[in-house]
């Protein structure tokens, strides 16, 4: 039986351990990786795109109007925070983190690589639901 808190902690530290690239880790990639392991899937994370333009494309070819629609979609808000918990940035819907250990997972400044952050008081978090359907 898989320990579904360390396989939180496994997405998070290839995270953090691997250069930022889109469609393999970026931040919507994370958070769909999240998603799929608590509903047992792979279908939202599986995604081939090389800039931001193309993975809004692809998203769009599915009906999607960004990532966040399907945090939205996956996950319903909550007020207190455990680790996998998703924050969306209110003002920038490609804008999203994971939280970990009472921070977030976010993007360096320098956009290669992940590292914690403190956690956002603006936004909503959100917490992964099963999805039927």
Same mark, same amino acid.
């Given at each position: 039986m898989k320990n579904l808190? =360390?396989?939180?902690? =496994?997405?998070?530290?290839?995270?953090? !351990? =691997? @250069?930022y690239?889109? #469609? !393999?880790n970026d931040c919507n990639i994370i958070v769909l990786r999240i998603i799929d392991?608590?509903?047992g899937t792979t279908t939202l994370s599986d995604r081939q795109y090389t800039s931001v333009q193309e993975g809004i494309a692809g998203l769009k070819a599915e009906g999607w109007n960004h990532t #966040?629609?399907?945090v939205e979609q996956y996950c319903y808000p909550v007020q207190v925070v455990i680790d996998g918990d998703i924050w969306l940035d @209110?003002? =920038?819907p490609l804008l999203m983190a994971v939280v970990v250990s009472g921070r977030v997972? #976010?993007?360096n400044e320098n956009h290669d690589g992940f590292e914690l952050h403190p956690k956002p008081t603006k936004g909503t978090f959100y917490?992964?639901?099963k999805h039927n359907g």
């Open positions: 808190h =360390n396989e939180i902690m =496994n997405i998070i530290q290839y995270a953090i !351990d =691997n @250069p690239q889109f #469609g !393999d392991l608590i509903n #966040g629609k399907i @209110p003002d =920038n997972l #976010g993007v917490r992964v639901r």
